[in-house]
């Protein structure tokens, strides 16, 4: 079981670097100097508000087991944290490099669902621009249906007549200024489906690293939770095995001045 938890932590680390490099080369994703500053303002959240108060958290953990007198990992708290942030359950239980592999890779989930959804609303706002100066087309908060139909047709004269014998359940458009649009030429239309498509791939790359952000957590409640209950197992065969190892000594000298009776533990190891 510990092997195959290993693994996915390994894999979601791994998919998420390749998932936010492919992903950019995939929609022509250029970093720009505000994502730049993005991506170093996230970084330096993490290694700063969240590294920094490890050692805090790690201080506080360890006085409250020397107050309750038990080194046992509470298994409620270890998932508690999990779900709380990824990686910190399994700091709570004391694996810190499994923590920062969690933690690596929820920045990297965040930092990239950031970028493409920046990148997205770029790209979108291009795409209104675009239609404005080339079709004549008015596409502020219009549905992506309406994107397509404009994407697809020629103008609206064509979605009218060859777009509804299609679909009669498609509605009829007026020819008005907020319905309108009429392409200049092919290649228009066709730079118009390029700016239409980034974005929407931007968009569906952001909602999939918020659902690597899940994975991940679920993981790490389910690894911090089994690392809890595996601490507690071997912390109780410790005290088995010390109490078979421990033995007492008892000497009574009913004669002797200073030391009449004498009791001691021996433990050995």
């Not at 910190?88 to 950031?114: C, D, M, Q, S």
Request: proline share 2%; net charge negative.
């Amino acid at each position: 079981m510990q092997t195959k938890i290993s693994i996915i932590v390994v894999l979601i680390s791994v998919l998420a670097s390749v998932i936010t490099t492919s992903a950019a080369e995939a929609i022509e994703l250029k970093r720009t100097p505000l994502q730049d500053q993005l991506a170093s303002n996230i970084n330096s959240f993490y290694n700063e508000q969240i590294f920094a108060s490890l050692d805090e958290f790690d201080n506080e953990i360890n006085s409250q087991r020397v107050s309750d007198n038990t080194e046992k990992i509470s298994i409620v708290k270890a998932a508690f944290y999990s779900a709380l942030l990824p990686g910190l359950g399994e700091y709570y239980v004391g694996n810190r490099h499994k923590a920062r592999v969690f933690f690596a890779v929820e920045a990297t989930a965040w930092i990239g669902f950031l970028s493409y959804r920046i990148y997205g609303n770029w790209k979108e706002d291009d795409l209104i621009s675009f239609a404005s100066e080339y079709a004549d087309a008015n596409l502020e908060g219009k549905s992506q249906e309406f994107q397509d139909w404009v994407g697809f047709y020629d103008d609206i004269d064509q979605y009218n007549s060859l777009g509804r014998v299609q679909d009669q359940d498609r509605p009829y458009l007026v020819d008005n200024s907020v319905n309108h649009w009429r392409w200049q030429s092919d290649d228009d239309r066709a730079n118009y489906r390029r700016l239409k498509n980034s974005s929407r791939e931007a968009f569906r790359r952001a909602n999939f690293l918020v659902g690597l952000a899940v994975v991940n957590r679920i993981v790490s409640i389910i690894d911090a939770v089994r690392d809890a209950k595996r601490t507690n197992s071997e912390i109780k065969e410790a005290d088995f095995s010390l109490v078979g190892k421990i033995k007492y000594r008892l000497e009574i000298h009913p004669f002797s001045n200073n030391k009449p009776v004498s009791f001691a533990l021996v433990a050995r190891f």
